[in-house]
């Protein structure tokens, strides 16, 4: 008879086996444990090693120079941004926090709600390249809230805005007057400005009550030639109500200033597209060119 060899089997080995068994019989809370008693003595691994480049200063600087993007030349301009937004709390903090973030600096902003229900309409005005304005426009486009963004910048757009200012019917000398007693430069500086020739104090009470009857027609003329209107008369001042493009705005205030402007409000801009009229699209011919750049003169008849 022919014995077989008899194998000594180690303890070791029946917890792998055992746990082999558990790996393929089962699929419970415990087979993490058991794989990892399977594989806790084996060996890692090592992790692979890369050989850095040894750099010297001048290459590197010369590096850093080569990849850094010079920066852009354009200049900036404005930008009008007309903003189609869910009409909801926190929308205005969520766009000028993205704007303030690439550290722009708003110049105007007008918020209202549209004809729609739950659709509001803003207006931003911005200072800046055209690729870095548009970055930002994406950027506000992707927030959720944000329907659409519109750059109304290279466009045609009718542009308004809203002025109420407090002008003075007094005089210069009453003005100066005022600022000297807010600005508490003292009696000194009061009494200086109440001892000039014109000043109310020193008229008698008609007279007085023409000069500022005076002030006001020069302030009532002025309003009209702008397209303004008074709104509110006192004794003492008067408010204007006027409604124009920013840049008439802002010369209205430039001429109305020696009246002595007490109270000044003004609205941001508000814009929209014109809508271009069937027939007269630009077709590249510009119809304000004389004959003369057209024809050529030296190819006509002697006539």
């Known amino acids: 008879m022919f014995r077989l060899p008899i194998r000594t089997v180690s303890a070791r080995s029946l917890i792998g086996l055992r746990s082999v068994r558990l790996i393929r019989c089962s699929s419970s809370s415990t087979s993490a444990l058991a794989y990892k008693t399977l594989h806790r003595n084996r060996k890692r691994p090592s992790l692979p090693t890369v050989n850095e480049p040894t750099w010297s200063a001048g290459s590197a600087v010369s590096s850093i120079i080569y990849e850094t993007p010079l920066p852009s030349k354009s200049p900036k301009t404005q930008h009008v941004l007309n903003c189609l ?10 766009v000028s926090g993205t704007l303030a973030a690439r550290g722009f600096n708003i110049d105007s902003l007008v918020v209202c709600n549209t004809e729609v229900k739950d659709l509001s309409r803003m207006t931003i005005v911005l200072d800046g390249q055209d690729g870095v304005i548009e970055q930002a426009r994406r950027q506000i486009e992707d927030l959720v809230p944000v329907y659409a963004v519109l750059d109304y910048s290279h466009s045609q757009i009718i542009k308004r805005e809203l002025l109420l ?5 007094l005089g210069q000398e009453y003005f100066h007057e005022l600022i000297a007693h807010h600005n508490q430069e003292g009696e000194a500086a009061e009494e200086e400005y109440r001892s000039e020739k014109y000043h109310p104090k020193n008229l008698a009470p008609s007279q007085a009550l023409r000069q500022k009857y005076e002030h006001l027609g ?27 493009k920013p840049e008439r705005i802002s010369a209205f205030i430039a001429l109305i200033r020696p009246f002595g402007v007490l109270e000044l409000a003004r609205s941001g801009m508000m814009a929209l597209p014109r809508t271009p009229v069937d027939g007269t699209q630009d077709d590249g011919t510009d119809p304000t060119k004389d004959a003369a750049d057209v024809v050529d003169v030296s190819q006509m008849p002697p006539s």
């Open 85 to 94: 937004v869910q009409n909801e709390p926190g929308v205005l903090s969520l």
């Open 165 to 169: 200012v407090r002008v003075s019917l």
């Open 218 to 244: 020069a302030i009532k003329q002025l309003s009209d030639e702008f397209g303004g209107k008074i709104v509110d008369i006192s004794d003492r001042n008067c408010i204007i109500e006027l409604s124009a």
